[in-house]
């Protein structure tokens, strides 16, 4: 069964400290994206990488970064928290090609700034 | 020309009814059109997707219809059940240029009543 993992379901963090929110999938796939959720908002594009070491900017990259050293792994980095980021945090993965282009998410990571 | 513009933000039908969420976009580019639903503390979850080669797509209860012309894609949701109250995403991709990100629509809240 295709799984995306993420690391935390809640977490609290502190203004200006440094955030690890890590993603693993068990699909193989290429592709894996990290999006945030807001209401009245839907889902919007932080990060996506289509390979290892490889990362491109999605719509709103603006005070996140992302690591990607494995295949399986993809991780948003928040270099110095604030308040506007308390949201919640989808990660996705995809196989491109085929009939299906579907990306799979995770159950999110709820993350409040205080 | 990246919006998907999605309504309404919330919908509430009674038991057995028809629900209808519509979405427009702006960019040509876009050729694949999925519908995501999310329930309460779960990731998104595809739901039905459509190319533009087609102008509708029914799996069981669920139909997407597409307008070219108008740029326009709805999902109808026949003999609506209280299980399928959840919100809903539509989403646009420009796959056929090898980028698989997709532009989502900001979401409907949909409430069947029992």
């Known amino acids: 069964d295709v799984k995306v993992t993420q690391s935390s379901r809640y977490l609290v963090k502190r203004t200006g400290e440094k955030v690890f929110l890590e993603c693993v999938q068990d699909m193989d796939h290429e592709n894996m994206f990290w999006y945030r959720q807001d209401p009245g908002l839907g889902l919007r594009l932080i990060y996506f990488s289509y390979d290892v070491k490889m990362k491109e900017k999605g719509d709103i990259p603006e005070g996140y970064s992302v690591s990607r050293e494995k295949k399986e792994r993809f991780s948003l980095i928040l270099e110095s928290a604030s308040t506007n980021q308390t949201s919640m945090y989808l990660c996705?993965?995809?196989?491109?090609?085929?009939?299906?282009?579907?990306?799979?998410f995770g159950p999110g990571t709820r993350l409040t700034v205080t | 020309q990246q919006q998907v513009k999605q309504s309404p933000q919330s919908l509430i039908v009674q038991k057995g009814g028809i629900s209808i969420i519509n979405c427009a976009y702006e960019n040509t580019a876009f050729d694949y059109f999925p519908w995501y639903q999310q329930f309460p503390g779960k990731g998104p979850a595809l739901l039905i997707a459509i190319r533009p080669d087609v102008s509708e797509k029914k799996e069981g209860r669920f139909t997407i219809s597409f307008n070219k012309s108008a740029k326009q894609f709805s999902l109808h949701i026949m003999d609506s059940q209280p299980g399928d109250s959840a919100t809903y995403f539509c989403a646009a991709s420009p796959i056929s240029s090898g980028t698989y990100k997709y532009i989502f629509g900001t979401g409907t809240r949909l409430k069947v009543l029992a």
């Open positions: 996705a993965s995809s196989s491109p090609g085929g009939a299906s282009y579907e990306q799979y």
